[in-house]
């Protein structure tokens, strides 16, 4: 990933256009008229050997004759010129050019690239509609109408999908702080433009239209970076998904490309919206409302509590919200009892609550604090007809102290038009979402509730509690091995439960046996009976079809009889199938277990995917499935699984018990883990997973294994926990861990930073804090791997507890150039070698990732940091940011001192 050199594209203060031209509805012609109009006030040079003159502007043959380097360059000659034009733009000192040439072929766009990089020249495009910097007066593009400024930025694969939203957007007066289309992105892609927009100023928000991906784990790293600092949202296109091949485990057919893309998405923070209208209307919902609103539960801001002057208005969203699936809160005995006491008629206490078409502000207002008062009421959504016994705007006026203390926690809906007007306003500048009508109001809270959702689970703390468990890699590594070392691709049933139970899952007891039936029936007496018997047979995927498992065979007797009714069957249906024997296994009497299913899928994109549902022999019709990337932990765990229908089972019903859903975490933990210390494995399908009170038990299993390795940690779009980075040594005479940080290390985080002086926090951050929010604490321990690293110190303390005594962070840049860091040492363990220890770990680690330079800013005053840095080989950088710090930076590729 890289932002190297796009600040041209946004800020240049000079562009040429190469193909400059008069000729009518040319796009050189259109791309000179724009950036004549567009107000950019740096120097534009024409290129063009046909013309010595465009109007009253010198037109220049060559790049060579320019007067000077232009910043930004935009080409637009035939698709043969464009490499050697990016050479002579390179050659000349140029570092961005659009490339709005369409039609290039596979050569040319590589000759393209390679005269580019040569010369660190990014480019957008090939074929694309080109770039607007509307803070910057920049037109670089051939659209057919120019933006005003804003605060959105808009990026766009498809030129004439910008097009049509720039139209849009100006006869609805949506401005812009930039738009980009993209075109073929041969350079410059989503990744590159994220990071870049997640730290300009002048953006609020970043909508994207997307058609196809590439390079997910810069793509993931980069849109988690932006997710967190402003709102990311997206449209795609492209739902359908293909046949699922019939040689694959049905765990892959359940995991269209579609489906794991809305699942990178909601893991990366950001929300995808259906059309791209919603792109706005939510961009503008999200700039409205001042704060999401959060909660220790996070099921009762899914409910919607809704207060109206209309019935009629009500049941229209009441009913909009049950054919979404929202719940209406249930009152509680505290709101029933408040509502019940309100000044004036209302239609009772129920959800619809109807205040009746007279309602005053003081009925209104006791009624929005009898249910923020409760928090199980969830989100309120206002609503109000007007009436000429109480005008809007005298009722907005009213309640606005009240909403500017609440606004996290309201939506309001204002039906009608120009009466409401004023009212819908006061309301907005309050932060207060607003929508039209009833059925819009149900469909924002939704969008509004996926966002808050998607960014919770970037806040997320795991508990520590070891859930993930053990793990018996070489025991897992010797099966698979064995598998591949034999020329076979699927394991043996037995095979798989092996796999299962090396990772810490429970399997059902199981034996595998000849095709003898009379020794099916010996292995069931040994194992115990009722059995359960099923053929093995590498060319039957789906036993059941053949009528493959025989259930509940009360005796040996039976389990024969079974056996030789099965082969029989085999001869007759698939008479080829190869036979290898049977699997037979204890018969599991559990009757208040759900069947669940989970697995994993190898998308071509996003790499290993876990996929999780309802289970059984309907697995297909129910079709009730989520998806999730790994790496997963308790909570991303939870979360995939409270996105299925299931999930509502599991929490019991009559005289059903809660089942074991940390059980079901932890198998999807597992799984997780499989993934990544197993690259052989290609898809794994358990069906069913049991699970009732007493925990899971898995029954059945797939395992489909790949010598070509196509899971593996190198394959996840996210990177995960870097576990080869824990090192023990000895230090003072304790046993000291060195290791990356955790989410899980959140509470040892905060007690290591409670027993911080101000004074060393001043010399960390410059100014002394007494107390840190939740969300910035979150941010400090769940870091993304791929482009930051926090290195903790810890040891056992008296009481045997884990504790933090020092840190080290580095954030590097998306180009790998600079990584900044810093560092703290508990104070009272300052002098004691630590801080050296940390560093040189630090160091190593950034040398190995091709860092080039570890810079730092410290205060003059702080003479252990500085005596430190320069033991360490850092010097003082040439240029200084001001009197009272020095920026330090070490070379990389340099030696650095040792250890003392």
Known sequence: MSIRHLDFFFEPRSVAVIGASERPRSVGATVWRNLGAGGFAGDLFAVNPKHRQLGTVRCWPDVASLPAVPELAVVCTPPATVPGLIDQLGRAGTKAAIVLSAGLDAAQKQAMLTAARSHLLRIVGPDGLGVLALHAGLNASFAHTGAAAGTLAFVSQSGSVASAMLDWARGRG???????????????????????????????????????????????????????????????????????????????????????????IRRAGMLRVATLQELFSVAALLAQ???????????????????????????????????????????????????????????????????????????????????????DAGTLLLMHAPTALVPSAELAQALLPLVREAAPRLLACWLGGPAVEEARTAFQSAGVPCVDTPEAAVHAFSLLASYRRNQE???????????????????????????????????????????????????????????????????????????????????????????????????????????????????????????????????????????????????????????????????????????????????????????????????????????????????????????????????????????????????????????????????????????????????????????????????????????????????????????????ELARLTQIDYEREMAIVATALDTQGKEETLAVVRAVTDPDNHDAEFGIVVRSDLKGQGLGPILMHKLIAYQRGRGTQWLVATALQENAGMLALAQRLGFEPRSEQPEASTVALALDLRAAVPALA
């Open 289 to 375: 409302q001042r704060g999401l609103p959060r909660g220790s539960d996070p099921g009762q801001l899914e409910r919607l509590s809704i207060v109206t002057n209309g019935g009629g208005a009500g049941v229209m969203a009441a009913d909009a919200a049950a054919e979404a699936g929202i719940e209406l809160a249930p009152l509680s005995a505290a709101s029933r009892q408040a509502l019940e006491q309100l000044p004036g008629p209302t239609a009772g206490p129920a959800n619809p609550v109807d205040l009746m078409g007279d309602a005053p502000p003081e009925r209104y207002e006791a009624a929005l604090r009898a249910l923020l008062a409760a928090p």
């Open 457 to 775: 689970q970037l806040l997320q703390t795991p508990p520590d509690n070891g859930l993930g468990g053990a793990m018996d890699l070489p025991r897992i590594q010797a099966v698979i091995g064995a598998a591949l070392q034999s020329g076979r691709h699927r394991l043996s049933e037995s095979e798989g439960q092996a796999v299962l139970a090396a990772c810490g899952i429970p399997v059902v007891a199981t034996a595998v046996v000849p095709r003898s039936p009379r020794a099916a029936a010996r292995a069931a007496a040994g194992i115990g009976l009722p059995a359960v018997l099923k053929l093995l047979s590498p060319d039957i995927l789906h036993r059941s079809e053949v009528g493959g498992v025989a259930l509940a065979l009360a005796d040996e007797a039976a389990v024969e009889r079974a056996g030789r009714a099965m082969l029989r069957r085999v001869r007759r249906l698939r008479p080829g199938a190869r036979i290898d024997g049977f699997t037979v296994q204890a018969m599991v009497q559990r009757p208040q277990a759900l069947e669940l299913m989970a697995g994993t899928h190898i998308d071509e994109l996003f790499g290993p995917v876990i996929v999780f549902g309802h289970g059984g022999t309907s697995v297909d019709v129910v079709a009730d499935r989520a998806l999730a990337l790994p790496p997963l932990n308790a909570p991303l765990a939870q979360a995939l699984m409270q996105r299925t229908r299931v999930a509502r089972l599991l929490r019991g019903w009559h005289d059903v018990p809660p089942a074991d859903g940390e059980a079901v975490q932890r198998v999807l933990c597992a799984l997780s883990q499989l993934l990544a210390d197993a690259p052989e494995i290609a898809e794994i399908d358990i069906n069913p997973l049991l699970v009732d009170a007493q925990g899971v038990l898995a029954l059945a299993a797939r395992i489909r294994v790949d010598a070509r390795r196509p899971a593996g940690a190198a394959r996840f779009a996210i990177r995960p926990y870097p576990r080869e980075l824990v090192e023990h040594r000895e230090w003072q005479g304790r046993a000291l861990t060195l290791r990356p940080i955790r989410p899980e290390d959140e509470a040892r985080h905060m007690a290591f930073l409670e027993k911080l002086d101000p004074a060393d926090i001043r010399m960390r951050i410059f100014y002394t804090r007494r107390s840190i929010e939740r969300s």
């Open 174 to 264: 949506i401005g812009f702080s930039q738009v980009v289309a993209l075109g073929e992105a041969a350079d410059v892609d989503f990744g590159d433009l994220l990071d870049w927009l997640a730290s300009d100023p002048r953006t609020r928000a970043i909508l994207l239209h997307v058609e196809s991906m590439s390079h997910a784990r810069k793509f993931m790293s980069a849109a988690r970076a932006a997710a967190r600092n402003k709102p990311v949202l997206l449209v795609k296109a492209g739902k359908s998904a293909g046949g699922a091949r019939e040689e694959v485990a049905r765990a892959d057919a359940r995991a269209s490309p579609d489906a794991v893309f809305d699942a990178a």
